[in-house]
């Protein structure tokens, strides 16, 4: 079993950023690729951005590609996601993802609770 926390959402400005992070526990960190996705109200859960088990392929859906940045700490079994430029558009419910494979599909293994981002215009 993997739990995954994650924290730093909030309100924000277009244009302002946030940094979210998620703790993970429960077995190695190193052995799951990592990700995040976001739902939005009325809309499906998409796909934001993924970081391989090894740390050596970062991936971004085209709408966030240029402004988020994945990264991950394995000292401290965090991954992280800044968030620069935000629009008013990534307004959602953003969740941590670990998988055994890849976290670019939806069908990931282990989701967190959901931490939201609210960005204002």
């Known amino acids: 079993q ?8 909030g309100l924000v400005q277009a244009g302002g950023s946030l940094r979210l992070s998620c703790a993970a526990s429960g077995r190695t960190f190193s052995n799951y690729a990592m990700g995040w996705f976001r739902q939005a109200p009325g809309k499906e859960r998409e796909f934001v951005a993924a970081i391989s088990r090894s740390g050596s392929g970062t991936y971004y859906s085209d709408s966030v590609k240029g402004r988020f ?18 629009k008013p558009e990534d307004t959602a419910v953003y969740y941590c993802a670990a998988d055994r ?21």
């Open 2 to 9: 993997v739990l995954l926390v994650e924290s730093g959402g």
């Open 69 to 86: 940045t994945i990264s991950k700490d394995n000292a401290k079994n965090t991954v992280y996601l800044q968030m620069n430029s935000l």
């Open 101 to 121: 494979f890849s976290t670019r599909s939806i069908n990931v293994d282990y989701w967190g609770q959901g931490t939201q981002v609210t960005v204002s215009s």
